[in-house]
C-alpha cells in the first residue's frame, strides 16, 4: 500500500458531492486522465447516494464510511453502511432495479458503477449493511483530456 485515507460521513445528501470530490482530490497524484476522474466520481457518487437513499432511508444519522488506497497506479475505493442490507444482490445489480420504483428512481447505479471501474463487488446482509469495493487503475501514459 502506497497511500490510504478513510472517511467517515453522515448519510445527508450534502455530503455525496463532498466524498466524490475527496476522493477525486485524494487520487491526483496517480495522475489520471479527466475521464478517468469522472469515472471514479461518478461511481463514488452512486455508492453513496446508494448510501443515503436506499441503506439509511429518512435516516440522516447513518454512517458512510469510505476507504481508499493506491499502490502503483491501482486505485482501491471502499464504500460501506451499516443500513438495511440487499437481501438479493442478483436482483439489485440488475439494470433499472430500485427499491423506490414511485420515487423516480432509475436504478441503483451498480451498472454505471461496474461499467467505469476495472474491478467492482457488492457484499451485504440484511440489516447488516452493505459493502463496495471498486478498483480503477490509472492508465496514466497518456495526456489529460
Do not use: W
Amino acid at each position: 500500500m502506497e497511500n490510504y485515507f478513510e472517511l467517515k460521513l453522515l448519510s445527508i445528501s450534502e455530503n455525496e458531492k463532498f466524498a466524490r470530490n475527496t476522493v477525486a482530490g485524494f487520487l491526483v497524484p496517480l495522475d489520471p486522465t479527466l475521464s478517468e476522474l469522472d469515472d471514479i466520481k461518478t461511481a463514488v457518487s452512486e455508492a453513496v447516494t446508494n448510501c443515503i437513499v436506499h441503506a439509511y432511508e429518512k435516516q440522516d444519522d447513518g454512517i458512510i464510511t469510505i476507504k481508499v488506497t493506491t499502490s502503483g497506479n491501482r486505485a482501491t475505493i471502499t464504500i460501506s453502511d451499516e443500513g438495511v442490507g440487499i437481501s438479493d444482490i442478483e436482483k439489485a445489480i440488475m439494470p433499472f432495479y430500485t427499491t423506490k420504483p414511485d420515487a423516480d428512481r432509475s436504478g441503483m447505479g451498480f451498472t454505471l458503477m461496474q461499467s467505469f471501474m476495472d474491478e467492482f463487488e457488492v457484499s451485504s446482509g440484511e440489516n447488516k449493511g452493505t459493502t463496495i469495493v471498486m478498483t480503477k487503475i490509472i492508465d496514466n501514459r497518456g495526456i489529460n483530456d
